[in-house]
């Protein structure tokens, strides 16, 4: 099955669906320090970047007409900063707003499915009535927008269209959920609105994952069983003060069924401390200490023993100083380049191309890879069913 990826950054998304077992048939993203990054990943030969055909450029100058191949699926993220809680928030008057876009290529390649990812802020109430407006618009992607009509006007003509029951011609069936990377072995809690839409002619019915972790799992194991700390071998004297947790521990009746939620010890403990152990630290790529973490109200870092975190990008995220470590005895630091990929499940053996600063953008814009595998591997196998 064919692929087509927009708006690919350093390529979460992107990974999963090539490791699900779509081919695709283009990657495009107009900032040229992703696609730089994707580029050493291919030059290194690391799967699946050897096979994509990158595009570097505006998507807006895209012709997806020249693309001969039947499309299945067609993905990306459409640049958030519109709708992010660290952004200015002008969504449809922002144009940095890509949605109308990713519109546009379900309306031209009408592909199968679809699957986009954005910031959890796109479900504002500020936000309730555009966000109505891009579910129509990929419901019904063929009712585009007349000449100088306003957005406005345009949902209002969606709605009719809506409600009239009876459709011709290409629309989707659509769900749209909140999902915690956290509560699907990320250790991160990173949420985040996905949309899924199936061509209304597949006949598809879907709908999202389960959990496969919990926190209620992690406090189990923290303070019941004690098998976290046993794991990770932390005396009782070194172990966090965590009241909350510790009485919630005490009032779950059974332990629970799913997994525990991932820590930031959990993801990490392997590799050396960069501030206080460099030369162990020079090993590994991408794993240098970056000076000037400082703690101050509302960014105090990711305590060791949770899930991390949302890592940020943009001036929010890191010299805000959100994405950091925060030690149990209370100092704290700037994650390093390499844990913060695997904060996001990105492989040890990916590459990441520019500066601290510029690559820690990338790794906040990026969906965690582990996250959207487990989505995309359903939609693959629901399309596979269908086929």
């Given at each position: 099955?064919?692929?087509?990826?927009?708006?690919?950054?350093?390529?979460?998304?992107?990974?999963?669906?090539?490791?699900?077992?779509?081919?695709?048939?283009?990657?495009?993203?107009?900032?040229?320090?992703?696609?730089?990054?994707?580029?050493?990943?291919?030059?290194?030969?690391?799967?699946?970047?050897?096979?994509?055909?990158?595009?570097?450029?505006?998507?807006?100058?895209?012709?997806?007409?020249?693309?001969?191949?039947?499309?299945?699926?067609?993905?990306?993220?459409?640049?958030?900063?519109?709708?992010?809680?660290?952004?200015?928030?002008?969504?449809?008057?922002?144009?940095?707003?890509?949605?109308?876009?990713?519109?546009?290529?379900?309306?031209?390649?009408?592909?199968?499915?679809?699957?986009?990812?954005?910031?959890?802020?796109?479900?504002?109430?500020?936000?309730?009535?555009?966000?109505?407006?891009?579910?129509?618009?990929?419901?019904?992607?063929?009712?585009?927008?007349?000449?100088?009509?306003?957005?406005?006007?345009?949902?209002?003509?969606?709605?009719?269209?809506?409600?009239?029951?009876?459709?011709?011609?290409?629309?989707?069936?659509?769900?749209?959920?909140?999902?915690?990377?956290?509560?699907?072995?990320?250790?991160?809690?990173?949420?985040?609105?996905?949309?899924?839409?199936?061509?209304?002619?597949?006949?598809?019915?879907?709908?999202?994952?389960?959990?496969?972790?919990?926190?209620?799992?992690?406090?189990?194991?923290?303070?019941?069983?004690?098998?976290?700390w046993d794991r990770h071998k932390v005396a009782k004297r070194q172990r966090p003060k965590d009241a909350k947790g510790q009485a919630r521990a005490r009032k779950l009746a059974e332990q629970p069924q799913e997994s525990p939620w991932l820590t930031v010890r959990d993801a990490i403990s392997d590799l050396p401390d960069p501030e206080l152990q460099p030369l162990l630290a020079k090993a590994y790529h991408d794993h240098r200490f970056q000076p000037g973490a400082r703690s101050y109200e509302g960014h105090t870092g990711s305590p060791l023993d949770e899930p991390a975190k949302t890592l940020k990008a943009g001036v929010h995220g890191v010299p805000g100083g959100e994405n950091m470590l925060r030690r149990a005895d209370g100092s704290v630091r700037y994650f390093t380049v390499r844990e913060s990929a695997r904060l996001q499940t990105f492989p040890d053996e990916m590459l990441f191309h520019g500066s601290w600063s510029e690559t820690m953008r990338q790794l906040g814009n990026a969906v965690p890879t582990k996250l959207a595998h487990v989505v995309v591997n359903k939609v693959h196998d629901s399309l596979r069913g269908n086929a």
């Open positions: 099955m064919n692929a087509v990826e927009l708006f690919v950054g350093a390529g979460g998304l992107g990974m999963a669906v090539s490791q699900a077992g779509f081919r695709p048939q283009l990657v495009v993203d107009w900032d040229r320090w992703a696609c730089d990054t994707i580029r050493e990943n291919r030059k290194a030969g690391l799967a699946p970047f050897t096979s994509w055909p990158l595009v570097e450029g505006d998507v807006r100058q895209i012709e997806f007409s020249n693309i001969r191949e039947t499309i299945d699926l067609v993905t990306g993220g459409p640049p958030c900063q519109p709708f992010s809680m660290g952004g200015l928030h002008r969504a449809y008057l922002d144009e940095r707003d890509m949605f109308p876009q990713a519109i546009r290529a379900v309306r031209e390649l009408r592909p199968r499915a679809f699957v986009f990812e954005n910031v959890k802020g796109l479900t504002r109430a500020s936000f309730a009535n555009y966000l109505e407006y891009i579910r129509l618009q990929l419901r019904h992607p063929e009712l585009g927008a007349k000449s100088k009509e306003t957005w406005h006007d345009h949902l209002i003509r969606l709605e009719d269209h809506e409600t009239k029951g009876r459709y011709r011609g290409l629309h989707y069936n659509i769900v749209m959920r909140v999902l915690n990377a956290a509560n699907y072995g990320v250790p991160q809690k990173r949420e985040r609105v996905l949309i899924v839409g199936f061509r209304a002619d597949t006949g598809i019915e879907w709908h999202f994952p389960n959990h496969t972790h919990s926190q209620d799992a992690l406090l189990w194991s923290q303070w019941r069983t004690e098998e976290y």
